[in-house]
């Protein structure tokens, strides 16, 4: 197993790079805290992953691979949902989680890190990887060198805004050395176009 924390202010391209990492694998829980499920499957335009939505509220369910979680302040109920899924699954999962930063709306530092490494834990014993994002600029220094700190790899995206939008990404942590550990992202149609070795190395870690 492995786990990456991708981290980039809005706009940079989060949502992108992990809808191209997913295609990558046959089995998939994407936990959502800043989308419901119905919006995020409409993006996704998938049936084969499993949503674990924290978002909404009301217990409304829209598709069979959906779990909606009645109390999204529970983070109990959260870690229920990712274990009851991964014990009826075969063979490697990823499990997405997007966003960090909508648990820390309602949680504390602490707290979110507890429920991490349960989640971390139930995630070793599946064998499932674990793919995570965090707002960049959205917490305070210390909340966010937290996080950091947490995970093996840490890759942040990064948007300029000057006479035209440019994107970049840069790998902060990492198990190995990477080299160059900076370069541009460019987003098409339908997909972001990543450095060719980050993107391997991003997967070879996931995939581990």
Request: proline content about 3%; hydrophobic content about 45%; aromatic content about 6%.
């Amino acid at each position: 197993m492995g786990e990456v924390l991708i981290s980039g202010v809005p706009g940079a391209g989060k949502t992108m790079l992990l809808m191209k990492i997913i295609k990558e694998f046959d089995n998939v829980i994407w936990v959502t805290t800043t989308r419901s499920a119905k919006t995020l499957r409409s993006i996704l335009k998938s049936d084969d992953v499993w949503i674990i939505d924290t978002h909404t509220w009301a217990h409304v369910k829209f598709h069979p691979r959906d779990i909606v979680i009645s109390n999204p302040l529970n983070l109990n109920e959260v870690n229920l949902g990712i274990s009851r899924i991964l014990d009826s699954i075969n063979g490697k999962c990823l499990v997405v989680l997007d966003s960090l930063s909508g648990l820390l709306l309602y949680h504390n530092l602490q707290r979110v890190a507890h429920f991490l490494r349960s989640a971390l834990v139930k995630m070793e014993e599946k064998n499932a990887s674990g793919l995570f994002t965090l707002v960049k600029n959205a917490h305070d220094i210390h909340t966010e060198t937290s996080m950091y700190a947490l995970f093996p790899v840490v890759i942040e995206l990064l948007r300029e805004d000057n006479e035209e939008t440019k994107r970049f990404i840069r790998v902060i942590k990492a198990t190995k050395y990477i080299e160059p550990s900076f370069g541009e992202v460019k987003i098409v149609k339908d997909d972001i176009i990543v450095p060719e070795h980050i993107m391997e190395y991003i997967l070879k870690v996931l995939k581990s």
